[in-house]
């Protein structure tokens, strides 16, 4: 019996779906139409999150190896800011299951610190405290931060909000856990190993992931591929989602083996 709750679509060759901290895999709805026509894409909802039950004692490594136990042997992942770091991750524990990565308002690391742009520490920890009292509105309140700065910032955060309150709320546990892998997952220095085809895709308005971050993760994985998307903050799929979609066809009909 599966762990995590798959909902999958489409036929073709295989893509995985990854979503962020505080979502669930509707808020890939919207880029699905633009998928299934030509590729399997399997949706997943992380434990805690959605259709899927909390599992404790989970850190980024070991999430990866339960999304590893089971999802197809040889697919594309495709991992939005949390779940772009669990797709990095999986690359490098499986380079033979996962044969492409792409992550979207992702960083290896997500922290601020002297010389890396990122989150402030004390904002995640203030997201932490929150959570104790009204993870409802700590969670509302995220969407909003992912949002601000794109110049549809309330449509934006409607969307998302649509989407994760379509599903079952997430459990406090795996929200408190999920911070902890945003604070304290550092994967710099493996950036180079990643052995498979990487497309980094960021908004270029995003204020958990700046911009700036694009160059120095450029620096760090010269192999990959890079694309800054104009007007978008953190949920670029959501504001441009038509500027997304060529970005991902072009590069999976470039790197994905034929069916």
């Given amino acids: 019996m599966a762990l995590c709750d798959w909902q999958s679509h489409g036929q073709g060759p295989d893509l995985v779906l990854i979503h962020g901290w505080g979502m669930n895999s509707a808020v890939w709805s919207m880029l699905l139409p633009y998928l299934t026509a030509h590729y399997r894409v399997h949706c997943v909802d992380l434990p805690g999150f959605g259709g899927s039950a909390y599992q404790p004692d989970l ?39 996962v044969t492409g990565l792409v992550t979207i308002a992702s960083s290896p690391k997500f922290v601020a610190e002297p010389g890396w742009r990122g989150i402030k520490s004390a904002v995640l920890t203030d997201f932490a405290g929150q959570l104790e009292r009204d993870f409802s509105q700590t969670v509302e309140r995220f969407m909003a931060l992912q949002a601000m700065g794109s110049p549809t910032a309330r449509k934006d955060v409607k969307a998302l909000k649509q989407a994760v309150f379509s599903r079952p709320e997430p459990d406090p546990r795996a929200l408190a856990d999920g911070l902890a892998m945003l604070a304290t997952t550092d994967l710099r220095q493996q ?46 799929f959501v504001t441009e989602p038509d500027e997304v979609v060529d970005k991902l066809l072009a590069f999976l009909g470039t790197n994905l083996p034929p069916k």
């Fill in 59 to 97: 850190d980024i490594e070991k999430l990866a190896q339960v999304l590893l136990k089971e999802s197809p042997a040889h697919a594309t992942w495709i991992g939005w800011s949390l779940g772009g770091l669990v797709a990095t991750q999986a690359a490098l524990l499986s380079p033979q299951r």
């Fill in 191 to 236: 950036c180079e190993a990643i052995s498979v085809p990487w497309l980094r895709l960021y908004g270029r308005l995003d204020g958990l992931v700046p911009a700036s971050v694009a160059e120095a993760v450029s620096a760090l994985a010269p192999h990959s591929q890079c694309e800054v998307l104009a007007h978008s903050a953190h949920a670029p």
